[in-house]
């Protein structure tokens, strides 16, 4: 067979079996001549696009695919080019992830292999378990193996392909497939009992809680733990071996649902008090488990061990304390419990004396971080006051400080009983001073009044070439922050013509690097299609000399946020000045963090610039506006008046001068809007424009933006499982409320209605005011955008720093999306809270939204920026308790709010001082009277204020006061107000 024959055979086979037989009975030695022709043949029609050197027939075979190559990816040609790589190719070209044979080819490719026996299939075998994704099917391992292709593979991924395999349910598809159940599968294949032991070692879906897992399954179907207690029932499998797994499994390094599947397997084999004694040891090893419900799950056991008299209480003891190191309140009260057990056994046993460790294992209680739990100890203590000894309250002494606010009263009262065993002044109540605690006034300043910079934190220009290119080297590998990419920008622009005779030498790994694609999707190096991409294709230009572009297709999948045009338009324009080696200093460069330019050096720069001319109308212009700090306008207005023609008067009139738009000054529109936005950010300026006769519909134009949101819920239901679904929308709307409908700008009637004295219409995409609150994507599906990279969502906060509410709504668009999600790589949110890290801008109710969310959200990145952007937005007075309040009552409204992540969240922050207990108390207070106290884990709520008030106590107001005396009954909430209103 010839290269083109085999090209030829692989663009017309229309069927797989056929395609197979053609290379039934090939020697190794004519594979290896065909192999790099199929290679080459299946890159092509994956990428889509035909190499220089392809023949015509596969041109123009491509030629007739219209849309995205990924279309086609599935397709009899491109099914065919896989086989024949697997037919033909190395080991290193079947590696590739490109090389899938398709599902509906499994059976085909399973005797493809088979016909050549190839000496790679082992170590492919063991790279695809390697993989986060595998596409070998369990039967397929199975018949290899059996034929003797291959030895079991050791890889963990032949256990995760084992446990899915025997656990499918059949009914996927249009017609559902009969499964036997589990154990019947593991006994007509009895080899298969051996690697049961795997599944104990190895993270599984064998174990997952997941309901879905069994979604649709008929009603024979069995999951693993039934399966394998049927098993052990029959004698089958050693039941005590089954014990001994399920505990061991649970000290491997997997997921929490796959854990507490072990410890629920351990209690479905019930086993008995005898075979718990015998795991004592692995019981009490589990104590210090860093997951929650694992060391829960010791502790119910070792009680029934108490219960049953059969508890080794110096080992318990010994272990116990490690519990009250971990977060959880519940497992803090079950280790109390266990302990209080104990303590009433041994007491009884000794004639009044317990045993010492176990009141010095519930000392170790006082340490725990939640109120509760120190409570509980506290009264567990006093209950045995007596029996301690000096040493003992010597240890209960040392935690007075440390115990929350609301239980320093009982801790007083314990202390008292001490004796001289501990100083007198321990004794007393630790209170701030309350006398000495000023009110919490939050900062409520106008824009023009703020002052946001920093003369210690300036930003320092890059100095020379070798500190742009290491800078360049780091933001190729991850960029920590986006005032390093702002500082590569500077510095390429302006050191673009030092090239110097070794430049080419010192850049060469730098291009390597960005072409070959980088480890962190932080990266300049990974940069996605969107403004990310458009700033690699700048760097790329520097270092090669050679012009270079971006991707301008649309993606179906990826999110390009249309608030980056503007940027994307400036970063091609220094792309083209850097490569035609001019060197210039951009007026947008920021001076300091948060995306700032002090207005004295941005004049300087000006004076500069205006050399140039023509600069009124760039977008390096306008985009610098935006960026003017309200420092030190004056000053620069002084500087300001020796600039003549029109970026003269339009830097005058952003800085607050006399000047303002004339009739004959629509053809800089977008400039002097940008000007006036700079001036006022949130003024309506379609009164000062009126002369210039220019139809602007765009929110954040002439008129200022508004968001409008709403929070709220939908039932849902999957098989047995139901569910509210958060329900989280935003719009954006012109102020006045009007239409953001522009007038046409194409065809005839446009050039009438200029005649008869109709506006002149102007695109958003000129003005990035305007820019800011478009999003009209045509991703169909947003799996990934532009803010999935750290970077750039901390960069959209930088587009207009004097009002980035654009910014913080779109971080919250994104922290909803995730709500009830675990941090995650792939799609990180933590960059929107740099903007709540820029001090001196007032919070408003945007900030206020994108902080409650983080607070609420099961993200811990998220969480952990939220609660110490609180903690310095209160340190700082942008904190605003009434709007805080407003914010949280109108999201919890929705009722979806899990009210046990926020009361934590700010149960931290009151711990801090007295000034953020009083913020904190002050906004729960607001919020209180609007908030329905009698849903479930309200209480979470209650704790937070007890703790507040016990810190920095405030008057209960009217309403407060009216509607906690609304909580009857016995219940967390209602002991919690009775405490609060006592």
Known sequence: MTPDELEHLILETKDAETFRLIFKGMDEKARKKLSTTASKVHRQLWDGKANASASDRLKKFLKTRKDGSYQYWNSRANSNAA??????????????????????????????????????????????????????????????????????????????????????????????????????????????????????????????????????????????????????????????????????????????????GYHKFFKLMEPSGSEIAARQSALIALLCHPVGHVAKFAIDMLAQLEKAKQ?????????????????????????????????????????????????????????HAHADVQANAIALLSAYANSLDRAQWQDVESFGSFVAASNRAAMTDLLGHAGDAV???????????????????????????????????????VEDLQELIDLAFHCAEIVEDVDEVERLLDGISRLADQRPADFQDRVAPLIHRMQKGGTSYNGLATAYPGVAETMRALVLTWAMGELRGSHKQELAYYVREDAFVPMVAFLHGV??????????????????????????????????????????????????????????????????????????????????????????????YASWLTAARARDPFADWSEAFQ??????????????????????????????????????????????????????????????????????????????????????????????????????????????????????????????????????????????????????????????????????????????????????????????PACFADVIARVSAGGWLKYNRLGESLKQVVQVSPVHASATGAALQEWLPKFDLGQRNAFHVLEALVEAQAIAPHPLSKEVRAALAKLKGKTKTAKLALQILS
């Open 311 to 367: 508890l080794d209480d110096d080992r318990v003891l010994r272990e116990l304390p490690s519990v009250f190191s971990g977060e959880g309140k519940g497992n803090g009260i079950a280790a109390l419990r266990l302990l209080d057990k104990v303590l009433k056994r041994t007491a009884t046993k000794a004639k009044g004396q317990p045993n010492a460790n176990a009141l010095g294992a519930t000392i170790e209680g006082l340490r």
């Open 83 to 260: 086989l024949a790589v697997f037919a033909l190719g190395p080991l290193s070209a079947v590696k590739k992830w490109q090389t899938r044979a398709s599902y509906e080819d499994k059976e085909v490719f399973r005797e493809l292999i088979a016909d050549r026996r190839p000496e790679w299939l082992q170590d492919w075998i063991e790279h695809e378990f390697e993989q986060e994704w595998t596409q070998l099917e369990f039967p397929t391992i199975r018949a290899w193996i059996r034929d003797g292709l291959i030895s079991k593979p050791v890889s963990d991924g032949y256990y995760r392909l084992f446990a899915s395999h025997l656990m499918r349910t059949g009914f996927y598809g249009q017609n559902k497939t009969y499964v036997p159940p589990l154990s019947k599968q593991l006994l007509e294949d009895s080899v298969l009992l051996d690697d049961v032991e795997g599944l104990f070692r190895v993270e599984t879906t064998a174990f997952n809680t997941n309901s879905w897992l069994v979604k649709g399954a008929p009603d024979h179907y069995e999951t693993w733990p039934q399966a394998l207690v049927k098993l052990a029932q029959g004698g089958h499998y050693d039941r005590g071996k089954l014990l001994d797994l399920a505990l061991s499994g649970l000290q491997a390094d997997i997921k929490q649902n796959q854990l507490s």
């Open 575 to 668: 792309s083209r000045h850097v490569h035609r080696r001019e060197p210039r200093q951009l007026l947008s460069t920021i001076t300091h963090p948060g995306g700032w330019i002090d207005p004295l050096i941005w004049a300087e720069r000006l004076q500069t610039a205006a050399q140039r001319g023509g600069i009124e109308d760039s977008t390096d212009f306008r985009l610098s506006l935006l960026r003017l700090a309200p420092d030190n306008r004056s000053e620069a207005l002084q500087k300001a008046e020796t600039l003549s023609g029109d970026a003269g008067r339009l830097a005058r009139f952003a800085l607050g001068g006399d000047e303002a738009p004339k009739s004959d000054d629509g053809k800089h």
């Open 691 to 880: 002369s210039l006769d220019i139809d602007d519909p765009w929110p954040g134009g002439m008129v200022p933006a508004v968001h409008r949101w709403h929070s709220a819920s939908k039932a849902e239901q999957y098989g047995d499982m139901r569910w509210k679904a958060p329900i989280f929308e935003i719009k954006v709307e012109r102020a006045d409320g009007k239409s953001t409908a522009p007038m046409s700008s194409k065809g005839t009637f446009f050039n009438m209605s200029r005649l008869l004295g109709r506006k002149e219409s102007v695109e958003w995409e000129t003005i990035p005011t305007a820019a800011v609150y478009q999003h009209k994507s045509k991703a169909k599906y947003q799996w990934f955008g532009d803010l999935n990279t750290t970077w750039v969502a901390q960069w959209l906060a930088y587009i207009w720093p004097q009002h980035p509410d654009y910014a913080l709504y779109r971080g919250a668009r994104q922290l909803m999306q995730r709500v009830d999600d675990s941090a995650s790589n792939w799609t990180p949110t933590h960059g929107f809270f740099k903007a709540l890290f820029v001090r001196g801008r007032p919070w408003g109710e945007a900030e206020h939204l994108l902080l409650s969310l983080g607070l609420v959200g099961r993200d811990a990145d998220a969480k952990g920026l939220a609660v110490d952007a609180m903690v310095e937005g209160i340190e700082t007075r942008q904190f605003n």
């Open 423 to 461: 100083e007198p002044e321990s004794i007393a109540v630790v209170q701030p001073a309350i006398e000495q605690l000023q009110p919490y006034v939050p900062d409520t300043r106008e824009f023009a009044q703020c002052s946001v910079l920093d003369g210690s934190n300036r930003i320092e220009p």
